[in-house]
């Protein structure tokens, strides 16, 4: 068998690398988001979960939706800076979960102001009609390195339409409430829990990659 000639190289090459391509993919975490009230509403939707905070795997969380009527895209402190919590869960309710806007500023900004306001958890509604996303943490962000650590509550991003309906039956004064899911968050097809580990290819990393490497 002759060997493969240099004019061969590059077409082995571009094979190889559109098989990767195909191969890849990005998997958005998704949990599932049961709205119980008001009845035009009721039904199971999909949300993307965020990548910080605190999602309650394996278990599930009931909330009352609410829309703020100032700062809807909750890039600013709520209150004025104020440690006036004006969300927290009152006596004997359900817990708030805070609808606001996508945009202007990071995922992470909002849900840290929403927090800070007393929001159990919050919902945030993407601003274009596209496949949900995950939130993501910000890449080298000073600001927001003082905060990520310390969000505890769970969010996650519903598309627009449902947003919408939801911002509509919140201003119509109808008591909306759902229940967030974690249950089926974790993949477990046949009764196995299915994990996946992500490592990279580089040489230097050391010890603690040659024991991922071996797991």
Not at 81 to 91: M, N, V
Not at 107 to 118: D, E, R
Not at 165 to 190: C, F, I, T, Y
């Amino acid at each position: 068998m002759r060997g493969l000639g240099f004019r061969q190289l590059p077409l082995l090459l571009l094979a190889f690398v559109a098989a990767v391509e195909v191969d890849a993919r990005f998997v958005v975490e998704k949990n599932s988001l049961m709205v119980t009230s008001p009845t035009a509403l009721r039904g199971r939707r999909d949300s993307a979960i965020g990548n910080f905070g605190i999602p309650q795997y394996g278990g599930s969380m009931a909330g009352a939706v609410v829309y703020p009527k100032g700062n809807s895209d909750a890039c600013d402190a709520f209150g004025g800076g104020s440690k006036e919590q004006l969300f927290r869960t009152k006596p004997g309710a359900l817990p708030s979960f805070l609808l606001i806007d996508r945009g202007h500023c990071l995922f992470a900004k909002k849900v840290w102001n929403a927090q800070n306001a007393g929001a159990s958890a919050v919902l945030v509604v993407d601003d274009k009609d596209e496949p949900l996303i995950t939130m993501d943490l910000p890449r080298e962000d000073d600001e927001a390195a003082k905060y990520i650590q310390n969000i505890t509550i769970p969010s996650a991003l519903i598309d627009k339409k449902f947003g919408e309906q939801l911002k509509k039956a919140v201003k119509d004064g109808e008591m909306v409430n759902v229940n967030l899911d974690w249950r089926e968050a974790v993949p477990h097809p046949d009764d196995r829990v299915e994990y996946e580990l992500w490592t990279n290819s580089n040489d230097e990393c050391g010890p603690k990659c040659d024991m991922l490497m071996h797991f």
